[in-house]
Structures are given as structure tokens and as C-alpha cells.
């Protein structure tokens, strides 16, 4: 398993933006798929946004059109921006990595969206 930590949640007014980083403690960081979860309330968590090896990228389709997902291979990190946050995007948010079946998640970060 490889180590993930989020950071950049915070709490923003509804239209506003964030950034999520997520760092991970690997030297193959560009073999793993990558993902941001998210997880409400008494909600299921759900995929936000992923992003292959290859760079072939999925989104959710809440979030398509306003959150955009990358990776910097060179610094081991994985990014969401989010734009136009709309209070239904307030969750903790998780990093996740997957390489040859062996998943991992970070400790997550809190987005609160004001309305």
C-alpha cells in the first residue's frame, strides 16, 4: 500500500473554489490510478473524479464541466480543482490509488460549501 495525504479543504461560499492535493509516498507514482472520493453525510462514498496511469480521466457527471482532476508524476501528486461549488459538493473528500489490485486511501479532507 503507498501512503496518501490530502490537504487543501477548507471551508468556501457557494461559486467559490478550491484545490485538493494529494501526496503519495511512492516511486512508481506514475503506474497508479488515481481518484478523488467523496463521501456526504449519511451518503454512500462515491467517485468524483479519476485519472489513469495514461492520463485518461473520468468524472462523476455532478461535477463535470466545474471540477477538473490532474497529476504532477514529477511530484508524486494528484489534484482536483473545484469550481463553482454548489453546497450538494460539501463532503470529506479522500484520495485514492490503485495499482495491480491493491487500493489505498487517504485520511481525507473536509470541503464545506456555504450557501
Known amino acids: 500500500q503507498v501512503q496518501l495525504v490530502e490537504s487543501g479543504g477548507g471551508l468556501v461560499q457557494a461559486g467559490g473554489s478550491l484545490t485538493l492535493s494529494c501526496v503519495a509516498s511512492t516511486s512508481i507514482f506514475s503506474m497508479y490510478y488515481m481518484g478523488w472520493y467523496r463521501q456526504a453525510p449519511g451518503k454512500e462514498r462515491e467517485l468524483v473524479a479519476g485519472?489513469?496511469?495514461?492520463?485518461?480521466?473520468t468524472y462523476d457527471e455532478s461535477v463535470k464541466g466545474r471540477f477538473t482532476v490532474s497529476r504532477d508524476n514529477a511530484k508524486n501528486t494528484v489534484y482536483l480543482q473545484m469550481n463553482g461549488l454548489k453546497s450538494e459538493d460539501t463532503a470529506d473528500y479522500y484520495c485514492?490509488?490503485?495499482?495491480?489490485?491493491?487500493?489505498?486511501w487517504g485520511q481525507g479532507t473536509q470541503v464545506t460549501v456555504s450557501s
Open positions: 485514492y490509488a490503485r495499482l495491480r489490485g491493491i487500493s489505498s
Open positions: 485519472i489513469s496511469s495514461a492520463s485518461s480521466i
